[in-house]
């Protein structure tokens, strides 16, 4: 693996600026297009790159397995959380008015801000989820062979 | 969104319809964060038994016909997500969680010896993500919300059916072919949803109710309706689209198979009961054609057809999957009376046939844990080493032919009953007749089990309590709701009432 | 008065015939070819062609993307699309993905087990063991099921 420099290069470039856009749709989806959805997806594609130009084996010591299922589980309580919160403050479940009773629109903006966050945490965890499951195979053919 | 000064707080009693799919679908993750092999079980148990739990105080909070709203996030329907409580769903609730809350325990050995280990916290959870599919397509008064849950619970289904490779590798095969049929099903059901979106602006069932009465029928309602009777029907397994259903059965984990045979297809039947009765109206003439001449004739075929095949069946699993086609054939022949009598037949016959199925289901398990095949030359005189799981196979047998004095003479004696007040009388003999076809493929097994001889070489210790204990309480369930009969045709009746009154039992 | 007619019977109902032809061409492909990846690949053509309708059907003739502005000073005169369907199909994308990744995990798994994707390879492995199945167990009962 060592051709493909200007690959390599570009990608160890790339990785950061991805994962900066990432955050950016994540927690700018209150306002313009965006949220836990797509942003989940470019975070995944970060690693998914990484694994792809580098191979699994260093993308996996970055972001080991294990890690990316409890992830999975992680994202779904966050967001039924923030529901089983707003149901004991003595609201229905994921009514965000719970959360400042006095000013219903900005507990709609810290309840959209969890519930996307755990979203965005469980599609990023579910794509490099189905990436390692994947790639993870042993493969059929060696590389010559293709 | 609650912007009022006064707030008033809402107790525990008001959060029940939400609990009630949020224990299960909190569980599933919890499960995978915890990862523990030992506390796995215990939890999804707890998740079940709780469900049960909020089921029965919904069951008696609405069998007076009333209805339960509760808004998600605050907002009112017909905007917002809506969940709603009826007679009808609350008694599939019931159903559904009281067969998970019978076969965790039963699973717990029957997973450990067809299941490698490894794989038991993912199996579990995904057993969580299917209840909670099945608990939300019951709840829920929104039509989208209705395919979400209903493409949970599918998924899940996948992966549990494809659990049993470990047995035999055609359990993937078998889950792959129900992936693509269900896709096709959810997918058509989706494109109906799509349509009554078009032809009404809102998904809201009672809203979607009001306005459709308001308009009539024109083509997109009816092709609406088209596309979600063909999407249902899929899921159902109605007699021409059931070619995924015996080899999903056949192969899939026992306790799998026990569960979804007492449960999915009935919610399914569920869905097929709301959006027929509540969404359109049965006075529409297209629906009531749809019925008569499409849905009856295939309901009668699937009684005869299913039944044939299950007779010439080699194996105790499969066939028992074939004689549940027929008997979906018997709930879509109430269904499509369109009387009072024939959908409390229906209904009455989705819960009998729910636990009967359960109980025979999981005597096959025990005997494939036992003996480690389920066909009939393999199991023969068990009858004799293992009493217990044979005797309650016979109960469940009976009441699979129906005989008096079992749940299945009930649901069938009202459907004769209904038939006849329609004045179908050939109906009527159709009925008694297939019930003579399950007679013989019942009596194949009895013979099996009790009058051949055991396999030389092999003494089956009798199951283990844990098995026979959910067994025994399903084959007893059996018995009980043969004898009292006014608790299910009471509630089977509150619920076919309240759908037959239409738009107006909605609100 | 013909060509009027076709024109608005054709260019007036695109998205729907769009729709139609693509879901056709999905459920073709499910049905017609043996190879289990192509099958997936003809269900996600259907599935899209239902994204596409839904997506269609929320456009609204003259409106502008359902983004408020900032300082939420809506001009009433602005027509805005409908977003609703564009919600909802975000929900079934995500459940279409969920479908092919698991339609596609147990094409792995059954390429491991029976070493083929292609159907008519897998029926006859399958009519092998179901055929050996019954030279054992289906004598038992009066002849083979």
């Keep these: 693996m060592r051709h493909h420099l200007i690959l390599r290069v570009i990608t160890k470039l790339l990785v950061g600026a991805i994962m900066l856009f990432a955050f950016y749709v994540q927690f700018h989806g209150d306002f313009s297009p965006g949220g836990g959805f797509q942003a989940g997806v470019i975070m995944a594609v970060a690693f998914i790159l990484y694994g ?76 490099v989820a189905i990436y390692y499951a994947f790639a993870s195979r042993p493969p059929r053919l060696s590389d010559e062979e293709w | 969104m609650s912007v009022e000064s006064t707030h008033v707080a809402m107790t525990l009693n008001d959060h029940l319809p939400i609990l009630q799919v949020l224990v299960p679908l909190a569980t599933a993750p919890l499960i995978v964060l915890i990862g523990s092999r030992r506390l796995t079980w215990s939890l999804a148990f707890i998740a079940s038994a709780l469900s049960f739990v909020i089921a029965i105080l919904l069951l008696m909070q609405v069998i007076d016909g009333s209805v339960i709203s509760y808004q998600i996030g605050g907002w009112a329907p017909p905007l917002g ?21 019978l076969v965790l325990p039963y699973a717990r050995e029957s997973v450990k010896s067809e299941i490698p280990a490894r794989h038991h916290t993912l199996f579990y ?52 072919d ?7 099903g959810a997918t058509f059901f989706v494109i109906g949803l799509g349509m009554l979106y078009m032809a009404t602006g809102t998904l809201n069932m009672a809203d979607l109710a009001d306005r459709i009465a308001d308009q009539g029928a024109n083509r997109t309602v009816r092709a609406a309706f088209a596309f979600i009777v063909v999407g249902m029907g899929l899921k159902i397994a109605i007699y021409p689209l059931h070619l995924w259903l015996p080899r999903a059965y056949t ?4 306790a799998v198979t026990v569960f979804l045979a007492a449960t999915a297809t009935k919610v399914a039947i569920y869905v097929l009961l709301r959006f027929t009765f509540s969404i359109f109206q049965p006075a529409f003439m297209f629906e009531v054609n749809t019925l008569e001449f499409i849905i009856l004739p295939f309901a009668i075929l699937a009684m005869f057809a299913a039944s044939f095949i299950a007779i010439f069946q080699s194996d105790f699993k499969r066939m028992l999957a074939y004689s549940s086609i027929a008997q979906i054939g018997y709930m879509l022949l109430g269904i499509s009376l369109l009387t009072d009598t024939g959908l409390t037949a229906a209904i009455a016959h989705l819960f009998n046939h729910g636990i009967t199925k359960a109980t025979l289901f999981m005597g096959v398990g025990i005997l494939v844990l036992r003996s480690g095949g389920s066909f009939y030359n393999r199991i023969q005189g068990m009858g004799k080493t293992m009493p217990w799981t044979s005797a309650a196979i016979v109960i469940g047998g009976l009441s699979l032919i129906g005989v008096p004095g079992t749940a299945g003479f009930i649901s069938k004696w009202v459907l004769v009953e209904a038939t006849i007040e329609k004045g179908w009388w050939p109906i009527s003999i159709l009925i008694v007749l297939s019930s003579l076809l399950a007679v013989i493929y019942v009596w194949r097994v009895i013979e099996v089990l009790y009058l051949k001889a055991p396999l030389a070489g092999t003494n089956y210790k009798e199951a283990p309590l844990t098995m026979l204990i959910p067994m025994w309480i399903l084959a007893l369930a059996c018995i009980y709701f043969g004898f009292a009969t006014d608790v299910t045709l009471t509630a089977s009746r509150a619920a076919a009432q309240g759908l037959l009154a239409g738009s107006a039992g909605m609100m | 008065m013909g060509f009027e007619l076709t024109q608005e019977y054709i260019f007036g109902h695109l998205n729907y015939w769009l729709f139609s032809v693509l879901m056709m061409t999905g459920l073709y492909i499910v049905v017609a070819k043996g190879n289990l990846v192509k099958k997936i690949v003809g269900l996600n053509i259907f599935q899209t062609s239902v994204f596409m309708l839904y997506i269609s059907m929320g456009k609204v003739t003259g409106g502008t993307a359902p983004i408020f502005p900032l300082d939420m000073q809506i001009d009433p ?54 055929q050996a199945e019954n030279a054992i167990h289906g004598e038992s009962m009066g002849g083979p099921a």
């Design chain 2, 81 to 101: 997500i809506e969940y709603r409580v009826d007679a009808t769903n609350a008694f599939v609730l019931f159903l559904v969680t009281g067969i998970s809350t």
């Design chain 3, 77 to 130: 005169d602005v027509i805005y699309s409908n977003p609703l369907p564009h919600v909802l199909i975000l929900t079934a994308i995500v459940v279409g993905i969920a479908t092919t990744a698991l339609g596609l995990a147990l094409i792995v798994r059954i390429q491991e087990e029976f070493n083929t994707i292609e159907e008519d390879d897998i029926l006859k492995i399958e009519r092998a063991i179901t």
């Design chain 1, 52 to 127: 792809l130009v580098f191979s699994l084996h260093d993308v996996q010591q970055v972001f080991p397995p294990w890690l990316v299922h409890k992830l999975i589980a992680l994202g779904v309580l966050l967001y039924a959380g923030t529901g089983v919160v707003s149901m004991f403050l003595g609201y229905g479940f994921l009514d965000y008015g719970a959360f400042t009773p006095d000013h219903p629109a900005h507990g709609q903006h810290y309840g959209i801000f969890a519930v996307e966050l755990g979203v965005g945490i469980t599609v990023t965890a579910v794509m």
């Design chain 2, 178 to 184: 129900y992936l693509i049929m269900g896709t096709i």
């Design chain 2, 251 to 254: 192969f899939a984990p026992s």
């Design chain 2, 125 to 176: 959870a995904a057993f969580m993500l299917c209840l909670t599919g099945l608990l939300g397509v019951a709840i829920t008064g929104d039509a989208f919300n209705v395919f979400v849950f209903l493409e949970i619970s599918s998924l899940a289904t996948y992966v549990l059916i494809a659990q049993g490779s470990y047995r035999d590798k055609r359990a993937l095969t078998a889950a792959y």
